[in-house]
Structure formats: structure tokens, C-alpha cells
């Protein structure tokens, strides 16, 4: 922390900045600064995001684990990022790579040749605020776990199937919440324009993160039962499809009581989930009488529902 004196010249008021910071940021004579005034008082400087922005850049080196590097890279808020193989590249990693760009929105290939590829984000951060980003989330995911319910109600084994398909969407839909919110935190002014303050970040990375594994836990459950729907009536699955229901309107509640900060209701989410477990325990006891791989079957979409469950309660648990 420096403690610097206020100037005064011909009326006007000034300070000087600590020469490290302005070699750190890169700031010279006619550098634009973003002055925000904060709620307590206090008054943060930081250089143009808007108008000065350097585009942030990484090179990676290509191996098995690319993907994932690239998608880090991607969430940390990088806008170029450059694969580079000392061998030639070969077609089927060429495909890989445009396959890891379509899982990830507004990164696009913008040069590549034998062993070199170049990707760049284009995206205008400020366009996608947060709370838009995340209730697209959890729409999608809240569709998948109607589609669930129908696909049990109607035993359709192709709505069960596109319930595994519609899981890209929501990893696309979670990258890029994470990369705005990153964003936000390391470009003050950014939350400003997009009227987001810092401190619920934190917040909407973990409600993104449960919703996201809610997702999950849906195609696990929709994998399980899809080989089981066209068969005979079965008395599970119409509990499970009962329990899901009941689960669904708690998942509702849940999101409405975070993005509305209404504690009140995320108090009955919380009251709710010990009804809901207890019916969860008794259905538990009921196929302990399975034979040993009937019961390995339910007992793991049971264990799917109860995760679903508590990643609910976990999002009301947001609502300060």
C-alpha cells in the first residue's frame, strides 16, 4: 500500500501514480484511465478496457491433453491462442481441434497451416451479461429434466436420447459464463458497463457449477433407464418418474429464489429437500429386495437423483 499527499495546481486537484504500476500496465502520456467511484467511497483506477484492450495471447504445444488446455485457456479469458506441433499436424488432429473450437462460443479458427493453428475469441464480452447467461443455463438444463419426466411418463426412448445431446450446450453455456465472470474481476470497468458487481462472481461460478452437474446427473440417469423404456411397465421407474417431478418444481424454486434473492423462498427449498429424502430413503429400502443387478440399476439412478438433490438445496444455500 503507498499513502500519496493530494496536489493542487490552478484549482485543479491531482496525484501522482506509482511508476511500477505504470510500467506493469503499460501506461504512457495520453494513456486513457478509468476512474470509478466504489459505494464506500473509494476510487479505482484502472486503464481503458474499451478503448485500449490488448488482446491477451497463449501458445500451447500440441498433445493429448489440448483440449482441455484449450478450454482453460478459454475460461481464463484469452482471446488468442496459438497450437503449435513440431510435427506436421494430421488431418484427424486438425479435426480435433475445430471440434474443441465448436464446444467453446465465439472461438473461431482464424489461421492455420501444417503446424500451426490459430484460434481467436470474438466475442464483445459486455454483450453476454451474467444473469443472462445463466438463466439460459438453467433453462436448458430445466428442459432436459421435463424431457426426463415425459421420456419415463411415455417411455420414448429418442427423447431420452437427445437429453444425452442437449449436455454440449450446457458445457458451452458454462465455459463462457466462466470466462465473462473472470473477466469482470480482473476489468473493474467491465462491471460497471454491465452493471455486475465483483462481489457476485463468486456466487454465480458455484450456482453455474451445480447446474451444470444437475445436467449430468440427468444424462446419467437418461443413459440408465433409455435400454429399459420400450420393455414391460415397471413400478421403479414410475416412482423415479414421481420423485423427479417433485425434484423439478424444488429446481425451479431454487434458481427463482437466487436470482431474486428471496430467502424466504429458498427456506422452503431447504424444508422441502427433507420430504423429498425421506420418500428418496424409502424407495431405497424398497429395492434392497432387487435381485443383486436390479438393484445395482436403481440404486445407481437413485444415487443420480439424491446428488440432483442436494446440488438443489446448494444453489437455495446461495441465497445470502
Given at each position: 500500500?503507498?499513502?500519496r499527499k493530494v496536489q493542487e495546481s490552478a484549482g485543479t486537484f491531482f496525484i501522482s501514480l506509482p511508476k511500477p504500476w505504470i510500467l506493469r500496465n503499460n501506461v504512457t502520456k495520453g494513456?486513457?484511465?478509468?476512474?470509478?467511484?466504489?459505494?464506500?467511497?473509494?476510487?479505482?483506477?484502472?486503464?481503458?478496457?474499451?478503448?485500449?484492450?490488448?488482446?491477451?495471447?497463449?501458445?500451447?504445444?500440441?498433445?493429448?491433453?489440448?483440449?482441455?488446455?484449450?478450454?482453460?485457456?478459454?475460461?481464463?479469458?484469452?482471446?488468442?491462442?496459438?497450437?503449435?506441433?513440431?510435427?506436421?499436424?494430421?488431418?484427424?488432429?486438425?479435426?480435433?481441434?475445430?471440434?474443441?473450437?465448436?464446444?467453446?462460443i465465439g472461438l473461431e479458427i482464424v489461421e492455420e497451416n501444417s503446424r500451426t493453428v490459430k484460434l481467436q475469441c470474438l466475442l464483445e464480452p459486455t454483450a453476454f451479461p451474467p444473469e443472462?447467461?445463466?438463466?439460459?443455463?438453467?433453462?436448458?438444463?430445466?428442459?432436459?429434466?421435463?424431457?426426463?419426466?415425459?421420456?419415463?411418463?411415455?417411455?420414448?426412448?429418442?427423447?431420452?436420447?437427445?437429453?444425452?445431446?442437449?449436455?454440449?450446450?450446457?458445457?458451452?453455456?458454462?465455459?463462457?459464463?466462466?470466462?465473462?465472470?473472470?473477466?469482470?474481476?480482473?476489468?473493474?470497468?467491465?462491471?460497471?458497463?454491465?452493471?455486475?458487481?465483483?462481489?457476485?462472481?463468486?456466487?454465480?461460478?458455484?450456482?453455474?457449477?451445480?447446474?451444470?452437474?444437475?445436467?449430468?446427473?440427468?444424462?446419467?440417469?437418461?443413459?440408465?433407464?433409455?435400454?429399459?423404456?420400450?420393455?414391460?411397465?415397471?413400478?421403479?421407474?414410475?416412482?423415479?418418474?414421481?420423485?423427479?417431478?417433485?425434484?423439478?418444481?424444488?429446481?425451479?424454486?431454487?434458481?427463482?429464489?437466487?436470482?431474486?434473492?428471496?430467502?424466504?423462498?429458498?427456506?422452503?427449498?431447504?424444508?422441502?429437500?427433507?420430504?423429498?429424502?425421506?420418500?428418496?430413503?424409502?424407495?431405497?429400502?424398497?429395492?434392497?429386495?432387487?435381485?443383486?443387478?436390479?438393484?445395482?440399476?436403481?440404486?445407481?439412478?437413485?444415487?443420480?437423483?439424491?446428488?440432483?438433490?442436494?446440488?438443489?438445496?446448494?444453489?437455495?444455500?446461495?441465497?445470502?
Amino acid at each position: 500500500m503507498e499513502v500519496r499527499k493530494v496536489q493542487e495546481s490552478a484549482g485543479t486537484f491531482f496525484i501522482s501514480l506509482p511508476k511500477p504500476w505504470i510500467l506493469r500496465n503499460n501506461v504512457t502520456k495520453g494513456s486513457t484511465l478509468v476512474l470509478l467511484e466504489r459505494a464506500d467511497g473509494s476510487l479505482n483506477i484502472t486503464p481503458g478496457y474499451r478503448i485500449e484492450k490488448n488482446l491477451e495471447a497463449a501458445t500451447l504445444e500440441f498433445s493429448p491433453l489440448i483440449e482441455r488446455e484449450i478450454i482453460s485457456k478459454y475460461m481464463l479469458g484469452f482471446d488468442l491462442i496459438t497450437v503449435s506441433s513440431r510435427d506436421r499436424l494430421k488431418s484427424e488432429d486438425l479435426e480435433h481441434l475445430k471440434a474443441v473450437t465448436r464446444r467453446l462460443i465465439g472461438l473461431e479458427i482464424v489461421e492455420e497451416n501444417s503446424r500451426t493453428v490459430k484460434l481467436q475469441c470474438l466475442l464483445e464480452p459486455t454483450a453476454f451479461p451474467p444473469e443472462r447467461i445463466l438463466r439460459r443455463e438453467y433453462l436448458l438444463v430445466a428442459s432436459m429434466h421435463r424431457d426426463l419426466i415425459l421420456c419415463l411418463s411415455e417411455r420414448d426412448v429418442h427423447l431420452a436420447d437427445a437429453i444425452v445431446k442437449r449436455d454440449d450446450e450446457v458445457d458451452r453455456l458454462y465455459f463462457l459464463l466462466v470466462r465473462i465472470l473472470r473477466t469482470i474481476i480482473r476489468h473493474p470497468a467491465m462491471s460497471e458497463e454491465l452493471h455486475f458487481p465483483p462481489i457476485d462472481c463468486l456466487d454465480y461460478r458455484l450456482v453455474a457449477s451445480f447446474i451444470e452437474a444437475i445436467a449430468d446427473q440427468l444424462v446419467g440417469i437418461a443413459e440408465q433407464v433409455s435400454p429399459r423404456l420400450p420393455s414391460a411397465p415397471d413400478p421403479f421407474l414410475d416412482s423415479l418418474q414421481d420423485l423427479l417431478s417433485e425434484t423439478f418444481k424444488l429446481h425451479e424454486e431454487a434458481i427463482h429464489s437466487f436470482l431474486s434473492k428471496e430467502f424466504k423462498q429458498a427456506n422452503k427449498v431447504r424444508e422441502r429437500r427433507q420430504v423429498l429424502s425421506e420418500r428418496l430413503r424409502s424407495l431405497e429400502a424398497k429395492i434392497a429386495e432387487l435381485p443383486l443387478q436390479e438393484f445395482l440399476y436403481a440404486f445407481t439412478i437413485l444415487s443420480s437423483l439424491a446428488r440432483i438433490l442436494d446440488y438443489v438445496v446448494d444453489i437455495a444455500d446461495m441465497v445470502p
